[in-house]
Every structure is written in C-alpha cells, then in structure tokens.
C-alpha cells in the first residue's frame, strides 16, 4: 500500500480523540497535551505513548491517527446511533445521559476508511494526525435528528419517536466536548470527509431498516448462536 520510495512496512496505531479529554472551545490539535478522564481515554493514551516510544527509541515506522467518533452500516447496536435507531424501532425508551449537551464531532466510517489509507500510503512515521468531520453536535440534537429521519422514512404507528427520549443518570468521566481540527492530515496528505453529516444519519438509519434481521439478530443474542453454528461447521 505506501507509494514507492516509502517504508514497506508501517505500524498505525488507529487510536481517539477521548486522549485528550474535554475542550470548552476551539478544536483539539495534535499538540494539544493528553487528559485522558476515563480507563478507557487512559488506555489508549497509554497505547499511543508506547508506540511513539518505539519510534523514537527503535525506529519503528509508526503512525498515530486520533479520530472522532465512527457511525454508519454494521455498527454494534451498543453504540448511540444504532441504539437509537434500535429502540426507537422497538418502541422503546431513547436513554440520554444527563441533560444530553454532551458535544461531539462524527465521522461517517467511510472517510475515517479513505483517512487510514492516506495515512498508509503518504502519512511521515513518527507523526500523529487527527482525523475528525469537523461537524461537531450535541447528543440530544442528534438524537433528535435520528427520530426526524426515522419518521421521515417509517412513520410510527402511534406516537412520536421524539416522544421515547428519556433523560437518564450521566455515566462517570463523561467528557462535556470533544472537537476535532483536521487541518494537519488534509494539508499534508489532501484528505477531506466527504459525507455530511446529514447524508450520512441518512445512510445509516436506511441501512438499519434494511437490514432489521441482521440488528434484530444481535438484539435478542441469536448472531452467537449463529457464529458458534458457522464456525463448528467450518471446522468439519
């Protein structure tokens, strides 16, 4: 994959945005310091300072990109924007933490993809890159927007989604606002997020109705069964 002249070998470390914890304005950089405020963000912290050390220490080609947050097709309904979209389907409650201004800034999976490839193919080992949409929303905004486009494709039968939001008890270490500058990626390798992030909810709430067998499967816990049948079998 890198372009000819390049290391034949590179080690990306696809890593977050939570490592540099809460910002009240502006955007995080890739020199703004880590304050990682949960085990989770600290892991990863941890994780990218291990992979810096071996590039400075070995010379280990490596790269660190820290990405906003993903959504679109496939994504484990345990996640926001599948959750909703599940339990909205189901008729049940829509469980937003807090007072729902928690802040974030999405990335539809696709770009975070062409991202990781420009990485690969043209990124400087030893470097890090934040790779963001730039479009930041809070959660009951979007959460909102995804009972707007639910009842713009499938109506309920009775009600409104929006009518499902129930405001729940905040999770600890639940940072107030991330926002990502991407400037260093798109000036030094060209890349750009090419889906909004009204296209994308789109896409993905349409994938989600297209394939309720696929989110029903994982909903009521068949999919482990199903694996556990596909890999007894592959194994004769």
Not at 78 to 100: F, H, N, R, T
Not at 109 to 114: A, E, Q, S, W, Y
Not at 171 to 196: E, F, N, V
Request: with cysteine; glycine share 12%.
């Amino acid at each position: 994959m890198p372009d000819s002249g390049r290391a034949a070998f590179r080690f990306l470390q696809v890593s977050t945005d939570e490592v540099y914890g809460s910002i009240a304005d502006g955007a995080f950089t890739e020199d703004s310091p880590f304050r990682p405020n949960s085990p989770y963000a600290a892991s990863k912290a941890a994780g990218d300072g291990l992979v810096r050390s071996y590039n400075r220490t070995y010379g280990v080609p490596t790269l660190i990109s820290n990405c906003s947050n993903n959504y679109g097709p496939y994504q484990f309904p345990e996640k926001l924007i599948p959750l909703m979209i599940s339990k909205a389907l189901a008729g049940q409650p829509l469980p937003v933490y807090g007072d729902g201004a928690n802040e974030r800034d999405w990335l539809f999976v696709g770009d975070h993809c062409t991202a990781l490839e420009a990485l690969l193919r043209g990124g400087e080992p030893g470097e890090t890159y934040n790779v963001g949409s730039g479009e930041s929303i809070s959660n009951i905004a979007l959460v909102e927007r995804l009972c707007d486009l639910l009842t713009d494709i499938r109506p309920p039968a009775k009600g409104a989604y929006r009518d499902l939001i129930a405001f729940v008890e905040d999770r600890p270490g639940h940072d107030r606002r991330y926002a990502i500058d991407h400037s260093r990626i798109s000036g030094a390798l060209g890349w750009r997020p090419d889906t909004s992030l009204d296209d994308g909810l789109r896409l993905t709430v349409e994938w989600y109705l297209a394939n309720e067998r696929w989110l029903d499967n994982i909903r009521t816990g068949r999919y482990a069964g199903e694996r556990l049948g596909h890999g007894r079998n592959a194994a004769g």
